[in-house]
T-cell receptor
Framework: NAGVTQTPKFRILKIGQSMTLQCTQDMNHNYMYWYRQDPGMGLKLIYYSVGAGITDKGEVPNGYNVSRSTTEDFPLRLELAAPSQTSVYFC??????????????FGPGTRLTVL | RKEVEQDPGPFNVPEGATVAFNCTYSNSASQSFFWYRQDCRKEPKLLMSVYSSGNEDGRFTAQLNRASQYISLLIRDSKLSDSATYLCAVIQNTGGFKTIFGAGTRLFVKA
């Protein structure tokens, strides 16, 4: 299993540009999450999905959009990039299980700089 | 008030020391609890789940206090390789399972 994969690893955007961060998992997890982590800070939840076709906002959804057309893929779209979106973006997946969640598995992250 | 709070540290301890971290959560309906470890410029990795009765994994012991709404992580016989940031995480059932992380506690273990 590759686990959770993210592309690209690094990206520099100009203000106002758009891009899509890709996230794929091959563990058949139904829960997927997008977090951002600013330097020296914790993880902030942007969006999450409990299954294909279902998404919901997290703590900091403004400026982002997501879709979940398949169990495996959960892309994050940035429209009109702003310097405040400079961050490291982590995708994660998990499976609740019948006896409680097993915890989340993270991708390696995408380091995004908006100039 | 943040949903999940941790002392950011840093905790500077010598090798062999015992160190403990606490994490408080505000939502009393939180259902599952975890500790993660994050190395510099890397993704978080699950360290251990936290069960109501407390649980141990080698040198690591996790405990949950639902009445006071906090979880703890105890590391015994600290190793240099334990130096990292430790994140607590709480799962809230808000119609779907949403995982919220604390900001993390930095640990430096020195020789």
């Amino acid at each position: 299993n590759a686990g959770v994969t993210q592309t690209p690893k690094f990206r520099i955007l100009k203000i106002g540009q758009s891009m899509t961060l890709q996230c794929t998992q091959d563990m058949n997890h139904n829960y997927m999450y997008w977090y951002r982590q600013d330097p020296g800070m914790g993880l902030k939840l942007i969006y999450y999905s409990v299954g294909a076709g279902i998404t919901d906002k997290g703590e900091v959804p403004n400026g982002y959009n997501v879709s979940r057309s398949t169990t495996e893929d959960f892309p994050l779209r940035l429209e009109l990039a702003a310097p405040s979106q400079t961050s490291v973006y982590f995708c994660a997946s998990s499976y609740p299980g019948t006896s409680g969640s097993i915890g989340s598995f993270f991708g390696p992250g995408t380091r995004l700089t908006v100039l | 008030r943040k949903e999940v709070e941790q002392d950011p540290g840093p905790f500077n301890v010598p090798e062999g020391a015992t160190v403990a971290f606490n994490c408080t959560y505000s939502n009393s309906a939180s259902q599952s609890f975890f500790w993660y470890r994050q190395d510099c410029r890397k993704e978080p990795k699950l360290l251990m789940s936290v069960y109501s009765s407390g649980n141990e994994d080698g040198r690591f012991t996790a405990q949950l206090n639902r009445a006071s709404q906090y979880i703890s992580l105890l590391i015994r016989d600290s190793k240099l390789s334990d130096s990292a940031t430790y994140l607590c995480a709480v799962i809230q059932n808000t119609g779907g399972f949403k995982t919220i992380f604390g900001a993390g506690t930095r640990l430096f273990v020195k020789a």
